[in-house]
């Protein structure tokens, strides 16, 4: 332990040769008196565990308080002692970032994810106050990697998939490469061990080869460099194991299929260099078309530069080249702890504000109305490696993950954008909004004043978590009334299935202590949660039975009883007959849905139905209750499927007159001159409003009309159906449907 204390001290005094080792000692002995009888699995003194964890921050060249703190990280959490005694001995800094690091205290969560979520939060939480929290935990997971071999088979895979998962896209997004790297390499060797010992043995009895070949090169590369001029250093190495095995997964590949399983960097003095030293390269090897980044001038979010280029050798063996500064090459390996920010004190600004930690505060706000799976299963994705970056039409540099659309650069430009989006354009072209973005897209976001709103379909389109949130915050704000109608009736289907009743959950005994449970404040509030996708039935019924089941409650009531089948509209019987409200007299559509007049109404575009159809009512999430004609094919459910037959509800015509309603007419004839003509002058001495007409002919001579009228009812409708059948040569009208 001596020996490797002393190890700590020399690497710390490397780079900072004026620290107060009096103070570090005495942080040392402090934690091993604190952890004096505790074992590792591996039966050493658990004071090596932290000793080792202070080495790695020493090698990312942290100040004094990170060392201390990372001697200290497990104190609070596995001694007696507590934040007050740190601060008091080695100061609030150094305590502030013990407690950041210390594990939550052990809670029971309702799923996994849930308590992935938690830990996340904490560290979120932890990192927009202070970087060096995450730095020393990425630390302290690095070395429990190491010595994972103690652990038993199923916390290794445990342990591997949460590193793969959540701390190795961390490692990645903050820039420590090498640290990402060797945390990925790890894992895999615990979660495909056979598949890591394959690709491990081949590359070892090709180390020969792999050596020889990249000393030619890089002697090639260091000759034509020093003809020229410059001055620069040129290594080469093999892809880590990870790289390896993910391309041979993806590819479907063997390993001898494989060509690109080299790397190699020329560290030169300055910029104009690296783009000197791209030349030459491009000069003695033919370049890969399409495989150029230049991460110089427009740099990654976590501050990576470097210009990247693909090319290939005599022997036709494709290899990678990075060039890049030193300073860039220091920023590559050790990321956000290379630029020393805390140096000076974060009380100069604060880390969320600053343009580099701009995805901390968004996945802060993202998690704010999010479930738990939901919001993990996002991290990962706005986390992970793949990226795309795009321009505004000012130039501005836009960063996205993979895959995303002009749906996420609206939204990741402001919210009052992707609200207000009716189109998009790439590259000057109009394009559908689910087109994905490629790297060097010019992308420009039409917008409208009078635009309604997202669509309830972005949310499955966009791929960044924050879109996803601020759709959802939209529709939770403009659409209360809808989403607490929607979410009723989803609910109450749930229960039914459970077997609870809805008035065993608003029982006065029961409701605040089910509403602490779903973390709502009323049951509206459950509703319109469930309506705009901020919580799901099955979690919530999940819940509400649990906490019935503390109460000694859960089977006291009788499930509420079904309604009566939605698809089916009995005669002169309104949804207001069968539920026993009274209908209201007037209403702004003309229709009442459950005896309710003032919902939010839309008629179905595909079947357009008029007072005296047959009628039945989907709720739709964003756009109130959709109504259909009760024989429209998009009206046809699947009974036994609880899901759908959930978000059909039964509806009815008010009695009285009512203004004009749209309705689609197909009309089929032989074609002639003048059939257009005639149709019109039918509906003008019928004194019908025409809202379009248009009419093509087939190719097997016959001619389509396609006609949409207004009209009052389907007695008015069926009159002009009547009079449009005796139009010459007319063989069928019929009302458009699907």
């Known amino acids: 332990m001596e020996s490797t204390y002393q190890t700590l ?51 990312l060249e942290l100040d004094e308080d990170a060392i201390i703190a990372a001697l200290l990280h497990d104190c609070i959490e596995d001694t007696r002692s507590t934040h007050e005694e740190i601060a008091k001995l080695f100061g609030p800094t150094v305590a502030d970032i013990v407690e950041g690091v210390t594990k939550l205290t052990r809670m029971q969560y309702v799923s996994k994810e849930e308590e992935q979520m938690e830990n996340l939060r904490k560290m979120l939480m932890a990192m927009s106050k202070d970087i060096r929290v995450i730095l020393i935990k990425i630390c302290d997971r690095l070395h429990n990697m190491r010595t994972l071999e103690y652990q038993s088979t199923r916390k290794q895979r445990e342990k591997s998939l949460e590193t793969m998962e959540i701390y190795a896209p961390i490692a990645h997004r903050l820039g420590m490469q090498r640290i990402k790297w060797e945390l990925e390499d790890l894992s895999l060797r615990y979660l495909d061990p056979v598949g890591y010992q394959e690709i491990e043995d081949a590359l070892a009895q090709q180390s020969d080869i792999h050596e020889e070949f990249m000393g030619r090169v890089r002697d090639r590369v260091q000759q034509r460099l020093e003809s020229e001029g410059i001055t620069a250093t040129v290594y080469g190495r093999v892809k880590h194991i990870y790289s390896i095995y993910r391309k041979m997964y993806t590819q479907n590949k063997t390993l001898a299929e494989i060509f690109d399983l080299y790397a190699f960097r020329v560290i030169v003095d300055d910029i104009p260099t690296c783009y000197n030293v791209l030349g030459c390269i ?104 793949d990226e795309v970056f795009v321009f505004t039409p000012r130039g501005d540099v836009k960063s996205l993950p993979a895959g995303a659309n002009p749906i996420d650069f609206a939204y990741a430009i402001h919210s009052a954008v992707g609200n207000r989006m009716t189109g998009a354009k ?46 959802r915050q939209w529709f939770k704000k403009e659409r209360r009334e809808e989403n607490i109608l929607a979410g009723r009736t989803m609910l109450e289907g749930e229960l039914r299935r459970a077997g609870i009743s809805l008035s065993q959950v608003t029982a006065e005994e029961n409701l605040p202590s089910i509403l602490k449970k779903v973390g709502q404040g009323t049951m509206d509030d459950l509703y319109a949660a469930i309506g705009y996708g901020g919580m ?136 002639r001159d003048g059939l257009a003509l005639d149709v019109a002058t039918v509906l003008s001495a019928l004194k019908v409003r025409v809202c379009t007409l248009s009419a093509r002919a087939a190719e097997d001579g016959s001619a389509l009309v396609s006609v949409e009228v207004e009209v009052k009812d389907k007695a008015q409708l069926q009159q002009v159906i009547n009079k449009m059948s005796q139009i010459r040569g007319v063989s069928t009208v019929k009302r458009a449907t699907g």
């Open 9 to 59: 001290v020399n690497k710390f005094t490397a780079y900072a040769p004026h620290a107060d080792l009096a103070r570090l000692e005495r942080a040392y002995r402090y934690a091993e008196e604190q952890h004096a009888g505790q074992l590792r699995k591996s039966g050493e003194p658990y004071i090596i565990h932290p000793l080792h964890v202070a080495i790695i921050v020493a090698e």
């Open 282 to 385: 491009h000069d003695m090897f033919s370049p890969v078309l399409g495989r150029f980044k230049d991460y110089i001038s427009t740099p990654k979010p976590n501050g990576y530069q470097s210009l990247h280029t693909t090319v290939v050798g005599r022997r036709g063996i494709p290899f990678e080249v990075q060039i890049r500064t030193q300073e860039m090459h220091h920023t590559a390996e050790y990321g956000i702890a290379a630029h020393w920010k805390y140096k000076q004190g974060l009380a100069n600004g604060k880390l969320g504000s600053e343009k580099t930690f701009e995805w901390v505060r968004t996945l802060l706000e993202s998690q704010q109305d999010t479930e738990a799976e939901e919001f993990v299963r996002s991290l990962k994705v706005d986390l992970f490696a």
């Open 536 to 671: 799901t039935t099955v979690k919530a019924v999940a819940r509400i039975k649990e906490e019935l089941t503390r109460l000694g409650k859960l089977h006291e009531g009788k499930p509420d009883p079904a309604p009566a089948p939605s698809g089916v509209i009995y005669p002169g019987m309104g949804a207001a007959a069968q539920t026993g409200h009274k209908t209201p007299k007037k209403t702004q559509t003309g229709i009442v849905v459950e005896g309710l007049g003032n919902c939010m109404i839309k008629f179905a575009k595909c079947c357009t139905p008029v007072p005296g159809d047959p009628v039945i009512g989907f709720i739709t999430r964003g756009y109130g209750v959709s109504v259909h004609r009760a024989d429209c094919p998009n009206a046809q459910f699947d009974h036994t499927d609880p899901q759908a037959a959930g978000r059909w509800v039964n509806v009815s015509w008010v009695e009285g007159e009512q203004e004009g309603y749209r309705t689609g007419l197909e009309l089929s004839a032989p074609d």
């Open 426 to 471: 790439i590259n000057g072209r109009i394009v559908p909004l689910d087109t994905p973005l490629k790297n060097g897209d010019i992308v420009e976001i039409i917008t409208a004043k009078n635009a309604h709103g997202p669509s309830r379909d972005w949310i499955k389109l966009c791929k960044s978590n924050e879109a996803r949130t601020k759709i």
